[in-house]
């Protein structure tokens, strides 16, 4: 459906777990995180349903994400379901990689159509300083494990002051297996991000340094991403930017998020949210036709645009599926 700005309404992005195996510096302030607690987070059964009133909507794709969607215990009988529902269409996943080798098989019985995985450096060290685990090894075999199995991988890098030395490698690292890799522009979640905020004409820079970049039309996959080829010495690697504070690219936007605890959330930055969870367990006599009105209105009332950096997003990213 339509939301009251004329934008097609498709993408749901669902948020298993607010739970994370990693604590990367950037990811909301995970310092005084106090997880949800077992009841309040939709049972498998309730993100089912939901599904199927959004796809009545017109919802026709869906991103499986948290917190770390692999860390929820049996994901897999959600993520075998989800293309069952009628009118889903594409399934992916977004997960930072650490699990993802013991998912391979499950991902290809569930017919995923993608995954991205999140990787913001190829050294050791630093993936430890940066998500405070020392789990680097398990990512790359998991990308390989993935990629070896015919399922589309995209990397994801968040970039800031951190890791743009290491444009380049990620760039080789992406031309070897022959896959896209998008760079997101950090985003106000913390009180920290002025201090790491890197905005993308640098990164442009950067890789303008390693070849010549040339904007493609194909757009590959639903998000906001710009796509460029980067041609260098090596071959050519597509490039994806999704600035949100460099280009502000919310009048494409075609997504709204179901939270962990059963939020309806029609924008990422907005505090706006319609609690789903509390109409299937609450008393109403016809809960679908509930759903169906409380959704259709939240996505109807979908907010123009973000603000940020003035205003940062009032939620956590882990609780929002980022
Ligand atoms: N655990 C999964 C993962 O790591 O991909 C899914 C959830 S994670 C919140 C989704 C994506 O959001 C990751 O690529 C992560 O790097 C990105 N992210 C988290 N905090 C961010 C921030 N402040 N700015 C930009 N991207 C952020």
Known sequence: MKDRFGRSIEYVRVSVTDRCNLRCFYCSSYRNFVPLNHTSILTYEEILKILEVL???????????GGEPFVRESVSELLLKVKGIPGIERLTVTTNGTLLKNYVDILKKSRVDGINVSLDTLKAERFSTITGMPK???????????????????INT?????????VEDLVNFALEL??????IELMPFDEKWKEHYVEEAVLFNELSRIGKLTPLETRYGDGPSRYYLLKTKGGNVQIGFISAISHNFCQNCSRIRLSA??????????????SLRDILRGSEVDKFQKLREVAKNAIFEKPL?????????PNEMRKLGG
């Open 305 to 313: 645009k973000h603000r940020m950096p003035e205003a940062p997003p």
């Open 178 to 183: 022959g896959i896209p890799l998008r760079f």
């Open 261 to 274: 605890d059963g939020n309806l959330i029609p924008c990422m930055a907005s505090s706006s949210r319609y």
């Open 55 to 65: 796809s009545e909507l017109g919802i026709k794709k869906v991103r499986i994400t």
């Open 158 to 166: 968040v970039y800031y002051t951190y890791n743009l030395d290491e």
């Open 136 to 154: 680097l090894q398990d990512v790359i075999e998991g990308i390989k494990a993935a990629h070896a199995a015919h399922i589309p991988v995209k």
